[in-house]
């Protein structure tokens, strides 16, 4: 199996100028397997989806991402969906994980980036559709940073969901710790919503 990637050296190659000019790094560990879903965080900027995208090219990465619906309108929505930008109606009552998942299932290669705290404003908890989509689609879920502090971007380790979501969530918490994002003050806590 082989992950998807883009082939293009010439984005890849300006990603990563664009990194050393502004004395950033790319530090990209990438899971086996060729299809994954991979979280961004902390996300307290609108400058965080630049961010990801040259994660996306820097690395060469067939990356897809997800945004809420107004981002995608005119005059920007065409440009959002080519370059990977895949809007959701966050009020909507459709069964957004089931149907990410059959995505999955249906793909030999697909790579979905989401943010877990689903907004740049300080949360008190995370979204877990991210981690049911990975668990339902047996995938593994990837932890995608941007960390301001020390001016890296990228991929840490992967995580393989259990079903023991504390667990896993410890897990992912622990590899997160001491990273700032743009706006520290507005990062919340990585936890679960309270049952």
Same mark, same amino acid.
């Given at each position: ?9 010439f984005?890849?190659?300006? @990603?990563? @100028?664009?990194l ?11 899971p086996?397997?060729? /299809?994954? &879903? ?13 961010? @990801? ?16 619906d107004?981002?995608f =309108?005119? !005059?920007l929505?065409? &440009?959002?969906?080519?370059?990977g930008?895949i809007?959701?109606?966050?009020h909507?009552? =459709?069964?957004f &994980?089931s149907?990410? &998942?059959e995505?999955?299932n249906r793909?030999?290669n ?10 740049r404003?300080k949360?008190?908890?995370?979204r ?8 339902? @689609? ?17 991929i840490?380790?992967?995580i393989? !969901?259990t ?17 700032k994002?743009? =706006? !520290? /003050?507005?990062q919340?806590e990585?936890?679960?919503r309270?049952?």
């Open positions: 199996m082989e992950l998807s990637l883009h082939n293009n050296s984005s890849q190659a300006l @990603a990563l @100028a664009t050393r000019l502004n004395s950033w790094k790319l530090d990209v560990t990438l086996a397997s060729p /299809k994954f &879903v991979m979280i961004g965080a902390p996300h307290t900027s609108n400058w965080d989806l630049l961010s @990801a995208l040259l994660i996306k090219y820097g690395a060469g990465l067939n990356m897809r991402w997800i945004g809420k107004s981002a =309108h005119w !005059p929505g065409g &440009v959002m969906r080519r370059l930008g809007p959701v109606n966050r909507s009552s =459709h069964n &994980v149907q990410v &998942v995505t999955f793909l030999e697909l790579v979905i980036a989401i943010s877990p705290e689903g907004t404003s949360t008190h908890y995370w877990t559709g991210f981690y049911y989509i990975a668990l339902g @689609a047996g995938v593994p879920i990837a932890l995608g940073f941007v960390d301001y502090g020390n001016k890296v971007v990228g840490g380790p992967s393989t !969901p079903g023991d979501i504390q667990a896993d969530f410890a897990r992912i918490k622990d590899f997160y710790t001491g990273m994002g743009r =706006h !520290p /003050k507005l919340g990585i936890k679960l309270p049952d």
